[in-house]
Each structure stands twice: as structure tokens, then as C-alpha cells.
């Protein structure tokens, strides 16, 4: 089983910047999928940006010029630098990781409040 514990949520004002991140813990396969989705009321969870072992990112075309994934693959360990958040950025924030075979784990979510 894998364990991922997030970190970094908070309350901000527009045009803030908040630092998301995720530790991952247990049988992890060394070759995965990292990553952040998010779900904000009312609406479906959403990808927010993943990255690859190898470093292949891929991000929500409504973050992708202002959020920034990155990993540390020693301390399985991903975060989401987010900058310019906007109101609609407010949603809990969870922490993703999907195993070469197949299998996907889920934290807790954090959540982020960006006010007007």
C-alpha cells in the first residue's frame, strides 16, 4: 500500500502564491505518476498537473502558466508551486500517485481558499 500525506493549503488573497506538498510512503513502485487534482463544490475532481519519474509534466490548461509540478524522486516527494492564484483556484487539493501497474492512490486533500 502507498500512504500520501499532503501539505501547504491554506488561505490566500488573489494573486497570492501557495506551495503544495506530497509525501509519499510505503510500497511505492519507483516508476510512477505523480501528481495534483483538484475538486472544487459543486464540480467533478479535475487534474490539475502530473509528472512522470522520467519528468514529463502535464497540466490543466487553466494552471499551466502559473502553476509549476516538480518532483524529488529520493524523497517521493511532488509539489505544486502555485502562483497568481485566482478565486475559481479554490477547491481541496489532492495528492495523486498512479503505479506502473496500474493502481492509484489518493491523500487527503488539503484545501485552498484563494479570496477576492
Known amino acids: 500500500q502507498v500512504q500520501l500525506v499532503e501539505s501547504g493549503g491554506g488561505l490566500v488573497q488573489a494573486g497570492g502564491s501557495l506551495r503544495l506538498s506530497c509525501a509519499a510512503s510505503?510500497?511505492?513502485?519507483?516508476?510512477?505518476?505523480m501528481g495534483w487534482y483538484r475538486q472544487a463544490p459543486g464540480k467533478q475532481r479535475e487534474l490539475v498537473a502530473t509528472?512522470?519519474?522520467?519528468?514529463?509534466?502535464n497540466y490543466a490548461d487553466s494552471v499551466k502558466d502559473r502553476f509549476t509540478i516538480s518532483r524529488d524522486n529520493a524523497k517521493n516527494t511532488v509539489y505544486l508551486q502555485m502562483n497568481s492564484l485566482k478565486p475559481e483556484d479554490t477547491a481541496v487539493y489532492y495528492c495523486?500517485?498512479?503505479?506502473?501497474?496500474?493502481?492509484?492512490?489518493w491523500g487527503q486533500g488539503t484545501q485552498v481558499t484563494v479570496s477576492s
Open positions: 509528472e512522470t519519474t522520467g519528468g514529463s509534466t
Open positions: 495523486y500517485l498512479r503505479s506502473l501497474v496500474g493502481d492509484d492512490y
Open positions: 510505503g510500497s511505492i513502485f519507483i516508476i510512477n505518476t
